[in-house]
């Protein structure tokens, strides 16, 4: 792809010809509630101001900057369409967190969920000259705590980790031009032990349609099958007869290092074979799982290098200030050494997820938790984290599932039964709609039933943490008797045994604030030495365990007064990236292998700075 180019919204599943709704719309705050009974999708007038959309309210780069609590917020925009032979959908990428949407006075589409895109086909409203309107009401109360938040805070400022609020649109708004009968879904699930991969299509009608596939590599055809299509889906199983050949296949692989993308074409025909639609798509060929504790990538031991990110950015909070922010975003993380990140309490953009694929950056996919536990919450939170898992399944970089964070929203888990049963619920829940992925029931303590057993551990020193998970006998004591965080780390012994342990939190080092300055750390380090120091001390002990097979540091940058990043808040690195990335690129004693792996990383990037 054309780095220049305009990133497509959506970029797994794209068509030509959509039109970009962002930029300035016309706004206005309801905070009496009023405005569905006075029928402000009606009144023009009503809309006092300008917001730039995807921008929250709450961000500077909204034109707005108003952090205070204002529950309704509503939209309006004027836009050119006409209706033809074809349809027109309008989507959105995100609103926080119930939206009702109006065309032309038409209610077009509801919508409960802060983090998931919705679809709204608007032919119908369409009016046949003149300009269209779009309207949009948002409801996001900012203290109900059965409201999945995450990190957004309840209280009018931020304190502690909480941040400011990302109310209303903060993803993408887009048109697009669709023919009568149209692919509205297509998933990829590939097999590396078959050499093969499943597709699945979901049509907006039902159709005796023919779809024809055709896979490439860097523009080298793979496969092209035909199938049928009886109804509204269809499931078409592709061979991919190059991933056969046992020297070659590799060469297919999706790695890390190795980010090999596969493109599809998929191109829908009635039965007299003419086209109806076409899409374009690709995948990654590679597995991912767990075996006799470590973690697999292709059926290889890897060591998980992750670094939390909070996704959030000073002047538009949990919107990205553009597309390329997205893209620098996983450039940094990649530089720095890491080839993994754990996206924390929120889920991310779908370009952010593309880069990851593009580029090669395994990602841990969560959201955002509630903050208590009741049936609305239960029901929030299972309806939202299904959408999820149903609109990323298909991104090779998702490697792992985590819908509980630490024990929010279900805070007495270790003493209550009900609290256990959603737990276990979410994990299996994941596994029916995607069960090539390991899931984590509740990550950090408290595990009901896990794939992946990961533990928070801020311990500064490491002694520690050695005492703790630098033997066998160490980790076995630890996860069944001790509590690192005062809470017990497993609640059923058996379910977690054989899966592999991985500290999924540590560090969190502050350098030492400014007189005056707000901060927040699990440790401060009074100078740029003893920083590093710190740093290598806390992932030194790590890589000497010989039963730890991942970790996450916390946390990439500094967010508001949580300033434990390795960056600052505007991405500027508080060491050079070398030192940082030769800390953090130190060879595993649990994955013996490493070491060769590491060299030829460091050799293949001498390479090619000496070639630029």
Known sequence: MDAKATLHPRPRLTRPGWVDLCGTWRFAFDDAGVGLDQRWQDDATRFDRDIVVPFPPEAEMSGIGDKGFHPVLWYRREFDAVADDGRLLLHFGAVDYIAHVWVNGDLAASHEGGHTPFTADITASLRPDGPQVVVVRAEDQPEDATQPRGKQDWQRQPHAIFYDRTSGIWQPVWLEPVPQTHIVDLQLTPDIATGTVIVELKLNRSSESLVRLELSLRGQQLAVAAAGILGRSGRVIVDIPASHH????????????????????????????????????YFGLRSVGVDRGRFLLN????????????????????????????????ELIKSLGFNAVRIHQKTEDPRFLYWCDRIGLMVWGETANAYVFNPTAVSRLTHEWLEIVERDRSHPCIVTWVPINESWGVTDIALRADEQAFATSLYHLTKAVDPTRPVISNDGWEHTISDIVGVHDYAPDKAQLLDRYGTAEAMADTLTGSRPWRRRILLDLASAKGAPVMITEFGGFSMEPKKGEAWFGYETADSAEAYLEKLRNAFNAIYDSEEIVGLCYTQLTDTLQETNGLVDANRVPKLPIEELRSIIMRPSTSIPSEAADIARQRALRISRSVDN
């Open 246 to 281: 046992g020297m070659d296949r590799n060469d297919l692989y999706w790695t890390p290092d190795s980010p090999n993308l596969i493109d599809v074409s998929a191109t829908l025909c009635d039965s007299a074979m003419s086209v109806l639609d076409e899409v374009r798509s």
């Open 299 to 330: 059926d290889r031991p890897i060591f998980m290098r992750s670094v939390l990110e909070q996704g959030y950015w000073p002047q538009s909070h949990l919107a990205a200030p553009d597309a390329e922010a997205l893209r620098r975003e996983v």
